[in-house]
């Protein structure tokens, strides 16, 4: 069982920056990958990005490419997800999920995070 409580999120303007930290708890976290992803109102949830257990593996949304950085500390038991030059596109709820998988993946997740709001002021 993993429990995440993500953080970070607030009210920026277009081009600022935010971190995002989701930090876990649970025995097995540091053999997950993890995922963020995200939810504007209307629209379906998407993937941003993912880790890979040891951080040697991310994955990256096309619309976030460049902009947007995944880590993890698992010392910490806490991954970022950094997040610059934001756009009004990017407002939505993000969330952080683990996955049972040790390998990168962007479909399978078992354990969700409450979410934290970006909102992208333009």
């Known amino acids: 069982q993993v429990q995440l409580v993500e953080s970070g999120g607030g009210l920026v303007q277009a081009g600022g920056s935010l971190t995002l930290a989701c930090a876990a708890s649970?025995?097995?976290?540091?053999?997950?990958?993890i995922g963020w992803f995200r939810q504007a109102p209307g629209k379906e949830r998407e993937i941003v990005a993912a880790i890979n257990w040891s951080g040697a593996y991310t994955y990256y949304a096309d619309s976030v490419k460049g902009r947007f950085t995944i880590s993890r500390d698992n010392a910490k038991n806490t991954v970022y997800l950094q997040m610059k030059n934001l756009k009004p596109e990017d407002t939505a709820r993000y969330y952080c999920?683990?996955?049972?998988?040790?390998?990168?993946?962007?479909?399978?997740?078992?354990?969700w995070g409450q979410g934290t709001q970006v909102t992208v002021s333009s």
């Open positions: 999920a683990a996955s049972a998988s040790r390998i990168l993946t962007t479909t399978t997740y078992n354990y």
């Open positions: 649970g025995r097995t976290f540091n053999s997950n990958c």
